[in-house]
Nanobody, 118 residues
Framework: QVQFVESGGGLVQPGGSLRLSCAAS????????MGWYRQAPGKQRELVAT???????NYADSVRGRFTISRDNAKSTVYLQMSSLEPEDTAVYYC????????????WGQGTQVTVSS
């Protein structure tokens, strides 16, 4: 069964940076687009960034220019470099396969908490 394990979250001040990692297993990682999602308290989970198998990226308007998604196919890992963080970025961050929505909606990982606060 496919598995996603997110890490790298934490508490950071506004304007700070964090780098999230998501290791995927039991999946032909290099052939899949991958996406980062986030869910803030009381809100629905939203897609914030995607990267295709060939490396083409796409971002939600709310994070474009501040977040960078990348991947290492040899490590079956997708990354999210977050800069200029804002309190509105506070959420649990998850990854999943797919470029337009989760391909494995029954296999979410535990997520990693990002809290932006002074």
């Amino acid at each position: 069964q496919v598995q996603f394990v997110e890490s790298g979250g934490g508490l950071v001040q506004p304007g700070g940076s964090l780098r999230l990692s998501c290791a995927a297993s039991r999946i032909g990682f290099s052939t899949y687009a991958m996406g980062w999602y986030r869910q803030a308290p009381g809100k629905q989970r939203e897609l914030v960034a995607t990267i295709r198998s060939g490396g083409v990226t796409n971002y939600a308007d709310s994070v474009r220019g501040r977040f960078t998604i990348s991947r290492d196919n040899a490590k079956s890992t997708v990354y999210l470099q977050m800069s200029s963080l804002e309190p509105e970025d506070t959420a649990v961050y998850y990854c999943n396969a797919g470029g337009g929505g989760p391909l494995f909606p029954d296999n979410w990982g535990q997520g990693t908490q990002v809290t932006v606060s002074s």
